[in-house]
């Protein structure tokens, strides 16, 4: 049992995290402290008060509680690489680049190392040094799965690569040459940035747009002021023009009411 927290911050877990340590609000609700989730693909924690401070501070005197943070440094962290050689294989269109560098038992780069490399049981190659005990190398592959080997001095280890189709299908790749023949064909041109193109039938604001405001300013205006001519005509001709029907006159509560033409109400 762990000793009781000073302060955190409430909050809920998310759908499908894995809750490692919970803590009881004042509602005695439970309610998540250290959390971890998978993120893409790797993995993320929350912890919801301080890792060192008021929320935790009869943690601090937990001979055990570093290790907490021991175990989530490894747990997150990638693995360190194991004393060896060790292959890197990534596919770049139609060839497969190899990397690949050796570890000694201090954990640190052996450098003047002579790697090759052998495609699919081929002659092996001879990987460049590409600087810091780490070397590179290529190979030309088609569809299908492909084992590479390499071998150096005292070390071996294999891995496999597989093309799943050609780089010419992979639509996501830009292809450079299609768009150069299709610009020359077309009578256009290539250009390394954006801002160099020329956008002649985009739409621009021009000048004329002035002319056209003052005259609908004008056209306002005159609607107004048509408007404000005609009000006093019309409230003339409603005063020598009386209603001819019959019309109601509302007056207090006892007061008769008359309905008629030319009728008075005494």
Do not use: C
Request: hydrophobic share 50%; net charge negative.
């Amino acid at each position: 049992m762990l000793p009781p927290i000073e302060n955190f911050v409430a909050t809920t877990a998310k759908p499908g995290a894995d809750l490692h340590i919970v803590t009881m609000n004042d509602a005695g609700e439970t309610m998540p402290l250290l959390a971890s989730w998978r993120y893409g693909i790797g993995r993320v924690m929350a912890f919801a008060t301080h890792g060192a401070g008021p929320g935790t501070r009869q943690w601090l005197a937990i001979p055990e509680y570093p290790l907490l943070w021991a175990q989530a440094v490894r747990a997150f962290l990638p693995g360190v690489a194991a004393p060896g050689l060790h292959i890197e294989l990534v596919r770049d269109g139609d060839l497969v680049r190899v990397g690949a560098y050796v570890i000694d038992a201090a954990g640190a780069l052996v450098v003047n190392e002579d790697l090759a490399a052998a495609l699919d049981g081929g002659p092996p190659l001879p990987l460049s040094a590409a600087g810091d005990g780490r070397h590179a190398g290529s190979f030309p592959a088609s569809s299908g799965t492909h084992d590479v080997a390499v071998t150096g001095e005292g070390f071996t280890a294999a891995s496999a690569v597989h093309v799943a189709y050609p780089a010419l299908l992979d639509f996501t790749r830009a292809h450079g040459g299609d768009l150069l023949a299709a610009a020359d064909v077309t009578g256009g041109a290539a250009v390394d940035a954006v801002t160099a193109l020329e956008t002649g039938n985009a739409w621009r604001m021009r000048s004329e747009w002035r002319p056209w405001l003052i005259l609908a300013l004008m056209l306002l205006l005159a609607d107004l002021t048509l408007r404000q001519a005609r009000l006093p005509g019309a409230r003339f001709r409603g005063a020598l023009n009386p209603p001819s029907g019959p019309v109601r006159f509302r007056g207090s509560a006892s007061a008769p009411v008359v309905a008629g033409t030319g009728a008075t109400a005494m």
